[in-house]
């Protein structure tokens, strides 16, 4: 008579020791038919720092990684975590900071707008470009498109008069994650769905 709830103490209190909080018996004992978890994804799984996942060159003669260069220098005075977060990526693949920009300015919500290299160059959003009367082709918004459909935030780079490609940038994922998804595989069979107010993830065992 008392082997269940001895049984169910001892595993409150251990998950106590660990750091979760377990209201009530009963919630314990549902916990074996759980199929599903959903975690908050900011600075739960992710280190809450956004990371350059993507460099997509578009139709004009550039490369990815020239493209990099012109939006590390375009975003180098930059105080937003995107374009901080571009910078670095741009001074890890090049190995120095980027070039300074001969001027820089601030669009507030929709990105920045700098002289690089002699020639204007917009980096944002794709209201930025629009103001601007730049377009974007087709076939680079559909990359976009599928780019956004994997959870992350979009910069485009532009200068003339059309987009010249795009940044694609996401919060880093935390170390602890791929123990955590295999143990829960592993363990329940479960499927992990990482949500914040507007990203849902499918997890999947390539995912690093």
């Not at 002289?115 to 930025?128: P, W």
Request: aromatic share 4%; proline share 4%; charged share 20%.
């Amino acid at each position: 008579m008392l082997a269940t709830p001895t049984a169910i103490m001892a595993a409150i209190g251990n998950a106590t020791r660990h750091g979760f909080l377990v209201r009530e018996g009963d919630a314990l004992e549902r916990l074996a038919q759980v199929r599903r978890v959903c975690f908050d994804k900011t600075g739960t799984l992710t280190t809450g720092e956004p990371q350059v996942v993507a460099v997509c060159a578009g139709e004009k003669d550039v490369s990815e990684d020239a493209l990099l260069a012109v939006a590390g220098a375009a975003e180098k005075r930059s105080e937003h975590p995107l374009g901080r977060a571009i910078v670095a990526a741009a001074t890890e693949h090049a190995g120095a900071a980027p070039k300074d920009p001969t001027s820089f300015a601030m669009v507030p919500g929709r990105g920045v707008v700098a002289e690089v290299g002699g020639r204007t160059v917009y980096a944002g959003s794709a209201a930025l470009l629009a103001e601007h009367g730049l377009a974007i082709p087709d076939a680079l918004g559909r990359r976009v498109d599928a780019t956004r459909a994997e959870g992350a935030t979009i910069t485009y780079l532009g200068w003339g008069d059309t987009a010249a490609g795009f940044i694609a940038i996401a919060l880093a994922i935390s170390g602890v994650l791929n123990p955590v998804v295999g143990a829960l595989v592993h363990n329940a069979g479960s499927v992990l769905v990482i949500v914040n107010s507007a990203l849902l993830l499918g997890w999947r065992p390539r995912v690093r």
